[in-house]
């Protein structure tokens, strides 16, 4: 894409919370953002899932055995965690804390069950806490179930069985969109992607 504007720099840290149904675009929005603003760190999420293509061990995901995934939960080391098209995915919490410490904002991509659990985390910090006044939550929308399942079968990566079981948990998914503080619906990727860097530059102090 295109330089779609000056650039601006986030003023404060934000906890960005972006969740979507799969095939929603949620990563090329969050690709663009993190290509846009170098002061957003991604977490990198672990998984029992195995790994898809070309992705690597510790950029994409940090990918684990169902024993170590269940050691990291026992030890208290994710900040959230769930089951997700039957997997384990979960947001290892020290690197989310670092990156505040030292005043990057992280971009978070999660399922509507971990927004949540992040969610209720935040609300129990003190108001002051930066992770709390940061938490920025973005649910990306397809304009509908039927593009969705045509931008599914047209990325070519799943099975005709996950692609039915990700359908399946995308109308559960947009069910939930209403718990989140911002929608944006991904019909136009770059009106979607302007929609989204505008929320971000508003709640970081730079508009
Ligand atoms: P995929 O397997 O396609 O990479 O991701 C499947 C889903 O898992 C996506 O909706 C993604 O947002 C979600 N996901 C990825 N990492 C995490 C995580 O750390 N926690 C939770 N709760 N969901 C995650």
């Given amino acids: 894409m295109k330089e779609v504007a000056r650039k601006r720099r986030l003023m404060r ?3 960005i919370v972006m969740s979507a149904p799969s095939g929603a675009g949620k990563s090329t929005l969050c690709d ?3 290509q846009e603003f170098p002061e957003i760190t991604y977490s990198v999420s672990c998984t029992t899932r195995a790994p898809r293509g070309e992705e690597e ?3 994409d995901y940090f990918f684990l055995s169902p024993e170590d995934f269940e050691r990291h939960v026992r030890e208290g080391l994710l900040l959230e ?3 997700v098209h ?3 995915y979960g947001t290892p919490a020290g690197p989310v804390r670092e990156a ?3 005043g990057q904002s992280v971009l978070m991509d ?3 069950a971990g927004a949540e659990q992040v969610r209720r985390f935040v609300a129990t910090l003190p108001v002051g806490d930066p992770l709390r006044q940061g938490f920025v939550d973005v649910f990306i929308e397809p304009p509908s179930l039927e593009e969705l399942r045509r931008r599914l079968e047209g990325r070519g990566e799943d099975s005709r069985e996950s692609i039915e079981l990700r359908l399946h948990n995308a109308a559960g998914e947009m069910a939930r969109a209403n718990e989140f503080a911002y929608r944006v619906v991904n019909d136009d990727l770059r009106q979607a992607y302007l929609r989204l860097r505008d929320i971000l530059l508003v709640r970081g102090g730079a508009l």
Avoid: K, R, T, Y
């Fill in 81 to 83: 965690h769930a089951v």
């Fill in 100 to 102: 505040f410490a030292e």
């Fill in 86 to 88: 039957g997997n384990h």
């Fill in 13 to 15: 840290p934000l906890l």
């Fill in 32 to 34: 663009l953002l993190l």
């Fill in 110 to 112: 999660i399922d509507v």
């Fill in 57 to 59: 061990d510790g950029v």
